[in-house]
């Protein structure tokens, strides 16, 4: 991450800053910020983050949670949103839907979690990705155990019908909500593909590889990719956390 990046996301963080009440923190501003930013990308537990700046665990962790809540409120760090996809301005051309898993350690309750997929408990995120711009516009979280399509119905998202989308096969039946889709064709016993199905769907994935790209630098953060060890509820405000940094970083 480049220095003008992080000056950047320091400012931000400094427009953010809580009032001048209580006691003064052991760390200055920036150094809270880096200590976020390692934690996201690398995950180490916070005993060798803490112990990188001379500090306990309890402040360290405090500090992370408060940078964290004081950033996600910034309007910057803001993802477009739902809202986004209905506008009439035709903003967006061209919308690109997709899910990722992050593996989790065993719950309690395993079977919603349980993902066929991966073979393991893992939590599942919807990334809708602009085209043109290759900008996150929102996202949607659930149990590994959900269908993609059924994420995509329960997650509230509704698309302008002149915008158009494009999907994976685990998104059958998406023409009945939304007209406007494309999505590969699947082969059957009975129906094999044509050779004119086949070049569709090359078409189809060279325009899904971009949000399989996206995807992809967001999981550079090891906290995303690596099995998730924190509390779940906060996993979806770090997630888009990531997601805005990555926007900002590719305008």
């Not at 990334?127 to 659930?142: G, P, Q, R």
């Not at 078409?203 to 998730?228: A, H, P, Q, T």
Request: proline share 4%; charged share 35%; aromatic share 8%.
């Amino acid at each position: 991450m480049n220095q003008s990046f992080r000056r950047g996301l320091l400012n931000k963080a400094d427009k953010c800053q809580q009032g001048k009440g209580g006691r003064k923190p052991k760390l200055g501003l920036e150094d809270r910020l880096l200590m976020v930013l390692e934690y996201l990308r690398e995950y180490r537990t916070y005993f060798p983050v803490s112990q990188s700046d001379g500090v306990s665990e309890s402040t360290c962790y405090e500090a992370i949670k408060w940078i964290e809540n004081t950033l996600i409120k910034h309007p910057d760090f803001a993802l477009p949103g739902r809202k986004a996809l209905l506008k009439s301005d035709r903003e967006y051309e061209l919308v690109l839907i997709d899910a990722t898993e992050t593996p989790i350690e065993r719950p309690k309750k395993q079977k919603q979690f349980y993902s066929g997929k991966k073979k393991r408990p893992t939590l599942k995120t919807q990334v809708i990705v602009d085209k043109k711009s290759k900008a996150v516009i929102c996202t949607s979280f659930t149990h590994g155990r959900r269908h993609d399509f059924r994420l995509f119905k329960e997650s509230g998202v509704r698309i302008h019908p002149e915008i158009k989308t494009v999907t994976d096969t685990g998104y059958q039946g998406l023409g009945k909500i939304h007209s406007n889709s494309a999505l590969p064709k699947k082969k059957t016993k009975k129906n094999p593909l044509t050779k004119e199905d086949k070049r569709n769907n090359r078409e189809l994935s060279s325009l899904r590889v971009l949000n399989e790209n996206v995807i992809g630098m967001i999981k550079r953060f090891k906290i995303v990719s690596d099995r998730y060890r924190n509390r779940r509820k906060r996993f979806g405000l770090r997630f888009n956390l990531i997601a805005a940094i990555y926007n900002m970083e590719i305008r």
